[in-house]
């Protein structure tokens, strides 16, 4: 700690040529220090230099890699960031939009359209017939997959290059995806329609969680999945493309699909298992710790499922699995210092709903293609191809 001035963020981030979005990810990241009080957050200017040459080293003929030896990919992003424990998306509050605004409301914000316009019913039929085509075995992910490429194969304009196109296409996924994936067409707001395709009842305080819960999914800095949309979108790939090579990424145990073994979890202690008896079979069954549980973004704990579970405490009927929630959280916090993620929070609400297990994956695909589709405009005002890094050869010489 020096014993110079401390900067602001407004003049951190103006050292560092970032925008204070940037700047708050890299102390979310614990790339750098800071310290708060009541004229808000100030930075240590030899740290925040030395930090300024260390971007300065790392920074290679292509813009955006990350250079040899560097353990981190650091993009500028316009969506999301943390600041003290709070997502926020731009400039408001992902908790306070969760609450007050439908998931269509904040996607129209985010895009500036004034409504989100959705495919055709006959485009609808094509996609759940393809889907059908899948039969039993298949998993929801599978359906929203396939469901992807036929929305884009019924759509003329799928490869046309102006960035427009990308909020349109995106409009046709978040309304037709929910549409293909129940079993009839009904026109109506994203969220009720996607409760029809994964419920068990038609609980009007299910819809209104299911809204909350694709509004704080829309993004949360560069997941994996995220970074896979932007390297497609970099190459100026449709639409269509950009959220299917998310899917690739998003479709996997450490991120996606991590909602499924919390539910597991959860179910058992519901229908009788001890807490300490579904946790154990939990960790040995998954390999990869309590599921549910850690999220390193978050000093305190991930404010998403913080804010899904405290609306679902609110809704009635849920008083036996939130017991379930209690019971492991409990059991977790006695023995490790890890709190409940969203994925735990998702496996809640896909419980008390009573959807099938993969539920939470398909809510949270759903939700952050509303993310993607962002990202890939933002990647649109960048240089084409600028996400392409170079390999380093680290095998036997040649003979």
């Given at each position: 700690?020096?014993d110079?001035?401390?900067?602001t ?8 040529g970032?925008?204070?979005e ?12 800071r310290?708060r ?5 100030s ?5 925040i ?7 300065r080293r790392?920074?290679?003929p ?8 560097t353990?981190l990919?650091?993009l ?8 003290d ?8 509050s992902?908790?306070r ?36 085509a ?6 929801s ?8 490429a036929?929305?884009?194969a019924t ?39 996607l409760w ?6 038609d ?10 819960a ?23 790939a ?5 959220v299917?090579?998310?899917?690739g ?6 991120h ?5 073994a919390?539910v ?11 807490a300490?008896?579904?946790i ?17 973004l ?10 899904l ?8 009927g849920?008083?036996?699995?939130l017991?379930a ?5 409990g059991?977790?916090?006695r ?6 993620n ?14 099938p ?21 933002e ?5 084409p191809?600028r ?13």
């Amino acid at each position: 700690m020096s014993d110079l001035p401390r900067l602001t963020a407004r003049e951190a981030a103006a050292r560092l040529g970032v925008k204070p979005e940037s700047l708050y990810a890299y102390v979310s990241r614990g790339l750098l220090s800071r310290e708060r009080d009541a004229a808000g957050s100030s930075f240590d200017p030899l740290e925040i230099e030395a930090f300024a040459q260390r971007r300065r080293r790392s920074s290679g003929p292509t813009p955006g890699a990350a250079a040899p030896g560097t353990p981190l990919m650091v993009l500028d992003t316009r969506l999301a960031h943390i600041d003290d424990d709070e997502l926020h998306y731009r400039e408001r509050s992902a908790a306070r939009l969760a609450r007050e605004q439908s998931f269509e409301e904040v996607v129209a914000w985010l895009w500036d359209v004034p409504s989100l316009r959705g495919p055709s019913a006959d485009d609808v039929a094509v996609a759940r017939r393809t889907i059908a085509a899948l039969g039993e075995t298949a998993s929801s992910l599978d359906r929203i997959l396939v469901a992807v490429a036929a929305l884009g194969a019924t759509d003329p304009l799928r490869d046309d290059p102006d960035p427009s196109h990308l909020v349109r296409v995106g409009a046709r996924l978040l309304t037709g995806l929910p549409a293909a994936l129940g079993p009839q067409h009904h026109p109506d707001a994203i969220a009720p329609t996607l409760w029809r395709a994964l419920a068990a009842s038609d609980d009007p305080h299910g819809r209104r969680l299911l809204d909350a819960a694709l509004v704080l999914v829309i993004d949360h800095d560069l997941a994996v999945s995220t970074l896979a949309a932007r390297v497609a979108a970099s190459a100026r790939a449709s639409g269509y493309a950009v959220v299917t090579a998310a899917l690739g990424a998003f479709d996997a145990p450490l991120h996606g699909t991590a909602s499924r073994a919390a539910v597991r979890m959860l179910r058992a202690v519901q229908e009788g298992d001890a807490a300490p008896a579904a946790i154990a079979r939990a960790v040995r069954d998954g390999g990869r710790g309590v599921p549910g549980f850690g999220q390193p973004l978050y000093a305190g704990g991930d404010m998403r499922a913080a804010v899904l579970l405290e609306l679902l405490r609110e809704t009635p009927g849920a008083d036996d699995v939130l017991a379930a929630v209690d019971a492991v959280a409990g059991e977790v916090a006695r023995r490790a210092d890890a709190r409940p993620n969203l994925d735990l929070a998702l496996g809640a609400l896909a419980l008390w709903a009573r959807m099938p297990d993969d539920a939470g994956a398909v809510v949270f695909a759903v939700g952050r293609i509303a993310g993607w589709i962002t990202h890939a405009v933002e990647e649109y005002d960048e240089r084409p191809m600028r996400l392409r890094p170079r390999g380093r050869y680290v095998g036997p010489p040649p003979e």
